[in-house]
Structures are given as C-alpha cells and as structure tokens.
C-alpha cells in the first residue's frame, strides 16, 4: 500500500514542474500582447503592463500594409486544404480499413512512412515538381501539396476499422454500394473524428510558414507568416509593429483552441488512439 506521506511531496513537485512550463508558455504570449500596445517609447520597457496602452500600432497594420489581404490568402489556403483533405483522407481511410485489394497493406505503410519524413528534406524535390507543373507564385502551389497529410489517413483508417461491420452489412443487402455506404453511414459516424481533424488542419495550414515563403515570391499571395517575417525584415527596430501583427495572427488560432478544447480532446478519443 502506497503511503500517503510519500503521495504528497511527489504531487507538489509534478505541480511545480507543470506551473513552470505553464509560464514558459504563457509569458511569452502575455509578453507580445503587451508589446502590441505599447508606444515605441515604451517597447524595451520591463514593465508587463503598458503605461500608455494604444491602438495605433494595430491600426497601421491594417491601414500602411495590405495585411487584411494577408488574412484572406491564409483563410482561403487553409480552409480550401482543410476541407479537400478531410474528403480524401475519409475516403482514403474507409478504402483502407474496409475494401479488400492486392497491395493495399503496401500503400498503407508507403503512405505511413511519409508521415516520418519532415517538409525541409524533401522541399527541394518538392519545389521542382511544383515548378515543372506550372503552380509556382499561385494559390494552386500553396494548396495542392498541402493537401495530403499521412496522420490524417492513418487516423481515420483506426476509427473506421473500430466502426462495427454490421452496420455497412445490412446496407449491402439492402442493395447499396460502397459509396452509398461511405456517404450515407460511413461519414455522419465520422463527424467527431472528422471535426478533430478539421481544427488540426486548419491550425497547421493557419501557421504554415516554410511551404509558402518557398513557393510565393508574388507579395500578394503572401500568408500571414510570411508577411510576419516581412515585417521582421522592414521594421527590424519597431517591434511594436511585429508584435501587433503577431498578436493578430495569434488570435484566431487561441481563439479556435480555447472554444473546441474540449471537442478535440474528445474526439481524439472517439477516434481510437488507444
């Protein structure tokens, strides 16, 4: 039997080690919000709270650079690859766990092995594909190699292996197909997966800087952390400016976490990850 005298100590210390890395989180966080409002006077100021709290850091973002377009590039890249990618991958995943053919463990672990190979080792050949196809300097070259993401398969292939059988059997004596059964069973039983999957892909693509500066020299087609890095390049001594487009950045992707916690964590295990 465990003693208790012993629990005590051992859970302050996981306390402890858990508050420490809560801040190293969150300081830096609280630390560029308080920069955002801070006059250029005030930038190097130790204090956490501005003296002088103001807005027009946030409104020369908005109106001295084109970062409302910046926005609308980000949005439309990454919900056009959210949504294409959830459509293949599902249906990726179903063929995978349910359709028998020759090959098929085969392309699952060709598919898995790319989920152990990072962007910067294959950007090189990447990028000469991209460029051989005509999609350089275009939304297509920002969405298209985006689109496909090995957990996404591999994610949904468990889930739909855990997915009982019997429901699609009695589907095909009814006289449906696989595709009948994918769209009318198959995904409304995906919705928790599947709205995990949505936020993850999102949250990547929201974030998505190596690809982007790669395959965008047009400034018009930059996403937000490219333009960021811009605004490090041309205002490398107002980090007031930096700081206000970095905090903009920031809040949807706080924002989306801090609502759909709760769904994520759920519907990771929904999705047997055991």
């Known amino acids: 039997m465990t003693d208790a005298r012993s629990v005590r100590p051992m859970g302050a210390i996981l306390f402890l080690c858990s508050a420490m890395l809560a801040l190293m989180a969150i300081v830096p966080l609280l630390w560029m919000v308080s920069i955002a409002f801070k006059g250029p006077d005030e930038v190097f100021s130790t204090a956490l709270v501005p003296a ?3 807005l027009e850091n946030f409104l020369y973002v908005f109106t001295e650079v084109d970062f ?7 949005l439309a890249v990454a919900g ?28 699952f672990l ?7 190979i990072s962007l910067p080792v294959i950007i090189v050949p990447l990028f000469i594909l991209v460029r051989q196809l005509g999609l350089v300097n275009s939304y297509a070259g920002l969405i298209i190699p985006a689109i496909f993401n090995a957990f996404g ?3 949904l292939r468990q889930f739909y292996l855990n997915v009982p059988r019997e429901l699609e059997e009695a ?11 994918y769209w009318s069973i ?16 999102f949250l990547a693509n929201w974030n998505a800087f190596l690809w982007p500066l790669t395959i965008t020299s ?10 960021v890095a811009g605004f490090q390049a041309q205002y490398s001594a107002s980090w007031n400016y930096i700081m206000a487009a970095s905090t903009i950045v920031a809040l949807p992707t706080l924002l989306l976490f801090a609502v759909f916690q709760r769904q994520i964590v759920e519907s990771i295990k929904t999705g047997g990850l055991k």
């Open 110 to 116: 060709g598919m898995f092995s790319t989920f152990l």
């Open 80 to 107: 056009t690859v959210t949504l294409v990618a959830l459509l293949f991958h599902s249906m990726a995943g179903y063929a995978l766990a349910r359709l028998r053919f020759p090959g098929r463990e085969v392309i």
């Open 218 to 227: 047009d400034p018009r087609l930059w996403v937000v952390q490219v333009a």
């Open 186 to 201: 198959v995904l409304p039983l995906s919705r928790p997966i599947l709205s995990a999957l949505a936020i993850f892909f």
């Open 153 to 155: 398969i591999f994610l």
């Open 52 to 54: 002088r709290p103001t």
């Open 68 to 74: 409302f377009r910046f926005l609308l590039n980000t």
């Open 171 to 181: 589907a095909f004596i009814d006289g449906a197909g696989h595709w009948r059964v």
